[in-house]
């Protein structure tokens, strides 16, 4: 809020600082529309207005639900009452997955029902709960390293507790065992695969998040618990008492029938290169238990709300403003992998980009990912972000973040914006992602950031390839 | 943490303070025996190791159910191992009632399942499920203010949500629609009765708790929304479409046979007096649905505690010390109503008592409920405490707090340490009160309080009551 507010009161002392001294890069027209943008977003709730649209009228919009299909109209329609000009969808298919119902109970030493959730694409205990002894992990290459008879029968238990930073960088040292641990574990005779949720909160939500079987091993139910029913499975497990588990899951494993899904486009036509396209992203799809307001509702505010700012602009931009809501992030970027895949002949036209996919944080770095000679123009829009709080990165090798990760590695270059994600694993694929958790005022300055930016892309006529 | 590492540097120095200026209160002994005890309550685990076997080894122990029964054997056991004189239970009858399952849907204009949890005492829907309209109030007034045709066949949903605040002064101010809302809307019709949450945070956990149906009047259903989940619907009632709930509960209502329950009492036989007892109090029941950690593990936890540190000194107390977990405080104060009939006849030997069933922060207040004389007593007591940032009330009419307070409108004096309770109704009757939860620093500090109290009252021979 501190940050903010001085802000918006030191802007004009500081951009004449940056005038001053790069009078050369933003000339004084591109100073102006822009500062008028940033007060648009400053000033409005639309990005606001519309994750409360999305999480209200929709809500959870899994792969393979009714509401997902219900969203991508929801998308249509928003696209168009907030002035896109074209507006479109790519379908293709992706594997179904049903969640089901799971119950899972500590039966021994001591009799607790516990909160968990069914990993992605798990199978279901078939006709029989289990009930079987845990066997303990410290962590994914504990597992990894045991002996496999000492998992014959036996659940799996992998107990690493991510970290919290700033950078989410925790995530990546503790996805690895939400992904492969209950293949390691079935290879070594385990009848299910348990581990402590991958979330840096302390709350009774437990994380769900996609996970792949191995396709020659045996599949058993993977899933996660929440962080307090871990510590108190690991108090249990601190009475050098047997351990035993109770689990019920009706959770489908992959089906075998595909089921239809669709990236949302909407574009703003470019005035003078409309066939030169900048492309902002974000995924329409969430996970099923919470409303999807952070993951990623808040993409969808930010990139549809940065269209409409622009759109009010008294001059349209010189190149197309595109933006892709991505389908079926969660389960594998696989609308990303249509969209480059449909799009291969066309990518030299993406002049560059940049998703939102992570959450609540105001964005305190540039990370760009471009030709040297652009470097130098991207630094004087990065000098206008400055007095926000914005720095730039020293390095120059983003490839964009999430689904826009896929266009990077087919050649379109980049911006990365880092938003402060301290709390974003607090709430990331739990039944606690929802509005209220959307900090409004972070929404504002960052909705600002992004539609800045575009405007910048779209009108600085910079090659960013160069 | 400030605050518990500048009482503990600053003790030398400021005791010797409160030394010099109150000679004649606490003398040199017993300065040094609370000086003691308080070192040994600081530096001891104990009272968070307490928490810890009751939340891991019994869990959630409802009235009722077979936990609160193992609850029983819990504490006797504990009492004994932790150095208690003479261990008994009282035992009494109270009504039954059984959550069963719940499943809350809003069905139009828009799709969601909607966290909520049955009231105590509740009842379900019978043989059909409930699909109706939402009638939306504000608060309990505006309910009550309402045309009984205007709830004909409706839900009604009362909107209140509560204040935090430190001394959870909002709770009294919200518990009246939990308590008698369901009662209300029953008389003007409606067909069922739905709440935001009491409570504090912004997590999707609902809030249970008891309510009452008027003898005379019909029994609807009766439940609480987690606050996010009361947000989705106030968002969707903003459309100005109908917006219609969907309801499925098994909830029992109360049942007509009753169960047995039982006080948990133990004592350290004073030395000269033994007669005379101190009371330290906390409830041994809680909710189901989590693990009754701050509510009441801590009290239990602190008062077990306060007397294994006790039990330890070179002398035995004067008077003896009688800790009383109380059964079915959740369901009406149902073990202290007992206590009360089955103590009637020597209350007069209650010298003063003090219960816990505040939570998580930490004492900042004394205040006091005893003769006029026994002020100047109970004052010197609190100049020592001081240095931990107690103040003592200016007022003298506390009665006890929770259970406690049946004792005493029955005559015992009393003493009602107030923590800071803001996040005390975060976590009060939901799925998320766990041991994660409790402050473990606070909790040192707080045990050393009630420890040091309880030495206090039943060493320095002050009547109380005078």
Known sequence: MKRFTNAIFSTGIISCLVFATSVSALDEKMHAQLDELKSAAIHSNLSYD??????TEVGP??????AEKK????????????????????????????????????????NHNLVALSLGNSVGTDT????????????LDALKAADAQTLKGKIAYVAFAMERRKDGSGYGEAVGARVSGAAVAAEKGAVAFVMRSVGTDSHRFAHTGVMRYKDDSKQIPALALSNPDADLLENALKRNQPVTMGITSTASGTLKETVTIANVIGEFTGSEQPDQVVTLGAHLDSWDVGTG?????????????????ISTMAQRPKRTIRVILFAAEEIGLLG?????????????????????????????????????????????????????????ASTNNAKGQSDMSLLGEAGQPAVNFYPDGSDYFDYHHTENDTLDKVNQEALKINTAIYTTFAWYAANSGVDFRK
Chains 1, 2 share one sequence.
């Open 61 to 66: 919009r899994m792969v393979g639900t009714p």
């Open 293 to 309: 307001a952070i993951d990623d509702g808040i993409g969808v505010g930010i990139t549809l709300a940065a269209v409409n700012h």
């Open 50 to 55: 519309i994750i409360e649209s999305l999480t």
């Open 128 to 139: 029989a709960p289990i009930e079987a002894q845990i066997a303990h992990f410290r962590d």
């Open 71 to 110: 969203s991508v109209e929801w998308a249509v329609a928003k696209m168009k009452s907030l002035g896109f000009d074209k507006v479109w969808t790519e379908e293709s298919q992706a594997p179904d997955w049903q969640r089901g119902e799971l119950k899972v109970s500590l039966l021994a030493p001591f």
């Open 336 to 392: 990303a992998k249509d969209y480059v895949a449909r799009h291969k002949n066309n990518m030299d036209n993406h002049i560059i980009g940049a998703e939102w996919d992570f959450g609540n944080g105001t964005i305190y770095k540039l990370a760009p990912g471009m030709g040297e000679n652009a470097l130098v123009e991207i630094r004087k829009f990065a000098e206008y972000l400055a007095p926000m709080g914005v720095e730039m």
